[in-house]
């Protein structure tokens, strides 16, 4: 069964350094979606991406945020100066259709935590 | 913008009895509600979902209720089974992103 997968599944860093999370979706999906998850708490949505630009985004994906895709396969999400807040699961997402019509497939997360 | 908020945040049972989750949203404009369960440290995975043109869905022993003019929906997991036991969130989406409640963590004691 196809999977979203992402890389790294834990990454170590320290405070101001810059730090890119890496996902492959699902090879026929079409939309793809940064999560997070502070631990212990809900999971919450960083940003939408469609059509090789950005969908929608949330107040927390803020200039230090950005997303790209620089090719047929990759997705990824950087974090430009990495804040002891951003310490979190990074969840990516891919689904076929758009939200309201298509089941979001999630990878298994990207744990950051910034020293 | 949606808000989502999710009751109770335990939930602890017996096997083999019945386990509801309720959550409420704002915007009237949702028309999706899914349902994740997550197990520690694993990703959230779906395990029903629902859309506002149906009251009510049923998968073996999972069912969740939708309803609209009350904007609440509720997850029914009945016969629970220690395999149950994880967080429960539930979901809202009327554009192109889901707004998650705060979960629910279910625990089935044998």
């Known amino acids: 069964e196809p999977e979203v997968t992402q890389t790294p599944s834990h990454q170590v860093t320290q405070m101001g350094q810059e730090v890119i999370l890496r996902c492959v979706p699902i090879s026929n999906h079409l939309y793809f979606y940064w999560y997070r998850q502070i631990l212990g708490q809900k999971v919450e949505f960083l940003v939408s991406?469609?059509?090789?630009?950005?969908?929608?985004k949330s107040e927390i994906f803020d200039d230090q945020f950005s997303v790209e895709r620089p090719d047929g396969s990759n997705f990824t999400l950087k974090i430009r100066s990495t804040k002891l807040e951003d310490s979190a699961m990074y969840f990516c997402?891919?689904?076929?259709?758009?939200?309201?019509?298509?089941?979001?497939?999630f990878g298994e997360g990207s744990r950051l935590t910034v020293l | 913008g949606e808000n989502v908020e999710q009751h109770p945040s335990t939930l602890s049972v017996q096997e083999g009895d019945s386990a509801v989750i309720k959550c409420t949203y704002s915007?009237?404009?949702?028309?999706?509600f899914p349902w994740y369960k997550q197990e520690l440290g694993k990703r959230p995975q779906l395990i029903i979902d629902i859309r506002s043109n149906v009251g009510e869905k049923k998968d073996q022993r999972i069912a969740v209720t939708l309803n609209k003019t009350a904007k609440h929906f509720s997850l029914h997991i009945t016969e629970t089974q220690p395999e149950d036991s994880a967080v429960y969130f539930c979901?809202?989406?009327?554009?192109?992103?889901?707004?998650f409640g705060t979960g629910t963590r279910l625990q089935v004691f044998p």
């Open positions: 997402a891919s689904s076929r259709l758009d939200q309201n019509t298509g089941e979001l497939f």
């Open positions: 979901a809202a989406s009327n554009t192109d992103k889901l707004i």
């Open positions: 991406f469609y059509n090789n630009e950005i969908s929608e």
């Open positions: 915007d009237s404009a949702s028309n999706y």
